[in-house]
Nanobody, 126 residues
């Protein structure tokens, strides 16, 4: 099994920044991707960004391109989401997830991810 633990959420004013972290532990895989999703109240879960663990290549959802950056620290088994120029519409619970087949595909669909963290709340005030 894999355990994913997010941290770093909080309250920030519009235009501000936050950095989320997701620490992974447990079983390892030869080739996978880590992703971030978010879910606002009353809305469906939305893809934010993903990173292939081995190569570090990244993929972003249109709504966050140019503002958010996903990265990873292999030694710490941690993936990060740096969020800049935050907007009130970025308010959501943010989840990290692991796609065991992420070495060969970019998945933006939540049901294709195999493991999930508990989520961390991000609130952006106007």
């Amino acid at each position: 099994q894999v355990q994913l633990v997010e941290s770093g959420g909080g309250l920030v004013q519009a235009g501000g920044s936050l950095r989320l972290s997701c620490a992974a532990s447990g079983r390892t895989f030869s080739s996978y991707a880590m992703g971030w999703f978010r879910q606002a109240l009353g809305k469906e879960r939305e893809f934010v960004a993903a990173i292939r663990w081995n190569s570090g290549t990244t993929y972003y959802g249109d709504s966050v391109k140019g503002r958010f950056t996903i990265s990873r620290d292999n030694a710490k088994n941690t993936v990060y989401l740096q969020m800049n120029s935050l907007k009130p519409e970025d308010t959501a619970v943010y989840y990290c997830a692991l796609d065991r087949q992420g070495g060969w595909r970019w998945s933006v669909t939540s049901n294709e991810y195999d493991y999930w963290g508990q989520g961390t709340q991000v609130t952006v005030s106007s």
